[in-house]
């Protein structure tokens, strides 16, 4: 079966380069993202387990333990060897799975969630169709995409395989870099400067995001029948 690029790079990520890039979430601009992206999923997450797929550095999984019972998938045993030594209490959680071979249990997940992958991946058919097979009957799963691939196309695949789109949520202004003007750049540019300096409460962070109107990301939110 043919990996995806991300998945070819991924799997063999290594240990040290896992530590950095933990590292890198606490910067002030990651640490906002991160609460953007959590109160998002908090809004929809239904009672039941959790399943972090892929885990990576554990961007949010941290913040829902103790509320949720976790679980984490990941295609590199390191970033799985990660989370273990994180979390030893709950370390066989976490395991091994891929978009192209998630492994087991099927049926067994209340909510799945994946953050900024899905654009990556060689196949989204195929990686919607193993997704679908871990999640229970009635159960949520939350997935980034850029807004322009989500299309009449990707709607029919998810309904093909027992998915129904129940919301769509636009956020993430500050990665469309790549589609902004010169105006929209420059403001762009002192908006990170000024969370770099620590002066953007996360409120403000929130509402610039809410108001600019072009969008890098969208969080699909789709239930299982």
Same mark, same amino acid.
């Given at each position: ?39 998002? %999923? #908090?809004?929809?997450? $239904?009672?039941g387990?959790? *399943?972090?797929?892929?885990?990576? +550095? ?5 913040? !829902? ?37 998630p ?17 990556n ?9 193993n997704?679908?097979?871990? %999640? #229970?009957?009635?159960? $949520?799963?939350?997935?980034? *995409?850029?807004?322009?691939?989500? +299309?009449?196309?990707?709607?029919h695949? !998810? ?20 589609e902004?003007?010169?105006i ?6 002192r ?14 962070y929130?509402?610039?995001d809410?108001?600019m ?13």
């Open positions: 079966m043919e990996k995806s690029i991300y998945s070819q790079h991924f799997e063999n990520i290594t240990y040290e380069h896992i530590v950095g890039a933990a590292t890198e979430l606490e910067r002030p601009f990651e640490k906002l993202r991160t609460k953007h992206d959590l109160s998002i %999923l #908090k809004k929809y997450l $239904i009672p387990n959790v *399943l972090d797929f892929p885990i990576g +550095t554990g961007r949010v999984y941290p913040s !829902l333990i103790g509320e949720y019972e976790d679980y984490g998938k990941d295609i590199a045993p390191p970033y799985v060897t990660y989370a273990q030594e994180q979390y030893p209490d709950i370390a066989d959680h976490f395991s091994e799975g891929s978009f192209e071979d492994g087991g249990p099927k049926d067994f997940f209340n909510n799945i969630y994946s953050l900024r992958v899905l654009n991946v060689h196949d989204l058919n195929l990686a919607i169709a997704t679908s097979k871990l %999640l #229970k009957p009635g159960g $949520i799963w939350m997935f980034n *995409l850029p807004p322009k691939r989500v +299309t009449d196309d990707l709607i695949t !998810l309904k093909v395989n027992g998915l129904e789109l129940q919301d769509c949520v636009s956020y993430d202004w500050v990665s469309s870099v790549k902004m003007g010169r929209e750049a420059g403001i762009r540019s908006f990170i400067s000024l969370i770099k300096r620590g002066l953007m409460p996360y409120f403000l929130k509402l610039v809410r108001i109107p072009r969008k890098g990301l969208s969080m699909l939110v789709v239930k299982k029948k």
